[in-house]
């Protein structure tokens, strides 16, 4: 069975799309630890992060440090921090967080219930500013 991101990523769940090219798919966290939380997966199912190749690894970053300088560009904060904790859904994924303190970061601080609107919102935004 595929993974709820193969399924975001194929249609059949909705999702406030970010960015994607061939390879990658970027859109927003629905539970976000922060306003403007991307998950950037490879559309290429693999469960664990460090048993994707090698070069489609390397792109993945590139993709991300791209989707980064749109939220930064877009949402206010001092970094965008990247995670990567693979528990949560068997498909490969980074995390990137609008940070201004390094707790806000932290995943078991409990997460934002922003409505649909606000998440529209915030993901044309970070869509407009992405290059």
């Keep these: 069975m595929a993974s709820v991101f193969s399924r975001i990523i194929a249609g059949e ?3 406030y799309k970010i960015a994607e090219d061939d390879e990658f798919y970027a859109f927003l966290d629905i539970n976000p630890v922060a306003k403007g939380h991307t998950l950037v997966v490879p559309k290429k199912e693999t469960d664990y992060l460090f048993d994707v190749e090698d070069d489609e690894l390397g792109r ?3 993709f ?6 749109a939220i930064k560009e877009a949402i ?3 970094r ?4 990567v904790i693979g528990l949560e859904v068997p498909h ?3 995390h990137l967080i609008p940070i201004s303190k390094e707790s806000d970061i932290y995943f078991n601080k409990g997460k934002l219930s922003l409505s649909q609107e606000e998440l529209k919102s915030i ?4 869509s407009g500013a992405f290059k």
Excluded: D, F, L
């Design 92 to 94: 490969a994924h980074i």
């Design 76 to 78: 206010p904060c001092n």
């Design 60 to 62: 993945m970053m590139i």
């Design 13 to 15: 769940i909705p999702s």
């Design 123 to 126: 993901g044309e935004k970070i």
């Design 64 to 69: 991300a440090k791209r989707v980064a300088k």
């Design 80 to 83: 965008v921090g990247v995670t």
